[in-house]
């Protein structure tokens, strides 16, 4: 059964530590992305990676760093610089950065997310 | 970056049609338009995708204009599980698609 899945589901940090979000894809696909979402707003990137051992910034990377070991895993790491990193972060997963492949569409699969919380 | 336009919220009533209307004027000539939908905690999930004209598929149809200028999504005979967060994307390169705020439709019984 393919997909993609990010964990944990939920989770709590205190100000001033580090976590790590897990974000992992059996669908063979090339390119990964990040992004959060605030209340009531729509996705914003964070990071993306169109292949393994390459990622690039996105529009909001301050505070955030990213790691593409391997093809089929992109964990993100929100660091003590991220000033507002209580959000919903969501990862997704195409076969390429390109919607339109050379017969069919390319469609964008996304995680079930991970809701971060700073106490 | 070609920004999209769309109304915030819509009211519908089950088994009715309803219509998305987006607004992209300054869409690019390679740029794809694409309608996601997002349920509230979960990850938006693709609906349809297209270039200029018609597009059809077993969930909705996507009516594109010649200017393509604008787009509209329309859902025939929406149920009360399609209430959610409907967003317009255009653009050429997936990590180029600007997710704006969507429009929330709440379906009522």
């Known amino acids: 059964d393919g997909g993609i899945t990010q964990s944990p589901k939920y989770l709590f940090r205190k100000e001033g530590q580090n976590v790590t979000l897990s974000c992992e894809q059996n669908?063979?696909?090339?390119?990964m992305y990040w992004y959060r979402q605030d209340p009531g707003q729509g996705l914003r990137l964070i990071y993306y990676?169109?292949?393994?051992?390459?990622?690039q910034k996105g529009d909001i990377a301050e505070g955030y760093s990213v790691s593409r070991e391997k093809k089929e895993s992109f964990p993100l790491t929100v660091t003590s610089a991220q000033k507002n990193p209580t959000a919903f972060y969501l990862c997704?997963?195409?076969?390429?950065?390109?919607?339109?492949?050379?017969?069919?569409?390319?469609?964008?699969?996304f995680g079930p997310g991970t809701r971060l919380t700073v106490l | 970056l070609a920004k999209t336009t769309q109304p915030i919220s819509m009211d519908s009533y089950e088994g009715q049609e309803v219509n998305i209307t987006c607004s992209h004027n300054?869409?690019?000539?390679?740029?794809?338009i694409t309608w996601y939908q997002q349920f509230p905690s979960q990850g938006p999930r693709f609906i349809i995708q297209?270039?200029?004209t018609k597009v059809t598929n077993e969930v909705a149809s996507l009516f594109i204009p010649a200017d393509r200028k604008s787009s509209t999504l329309s859902l025939p005979r929406v149920s009360l599980s399609d209430t959610a967060v409907y967003y317009c994307?255009?653009?050429?390169?997936?990590?180029?698609?600007?997710f704006g705020s969507g429009t929330k439709l709440n379906v009522k019984p």
């Open positions: 997704a997963s195409s076969i390429s950065l390109l919607p339109r492949g050379a017969i069919t569409y390319n469609e964008q699969f």
């Open positions: 669908l063979n696909h090339d390119a």
């Open positions: 990676s169109q292949i393994v051992n390459d990622f």
């Open positions: 300054n869409i690019a000539t390679n740029d794809y």
């Open positions: 297209g270039y200029k």
């Open positions: 994307l255009v653009g050429h390169y997936f990590n180029k698609f600007y």
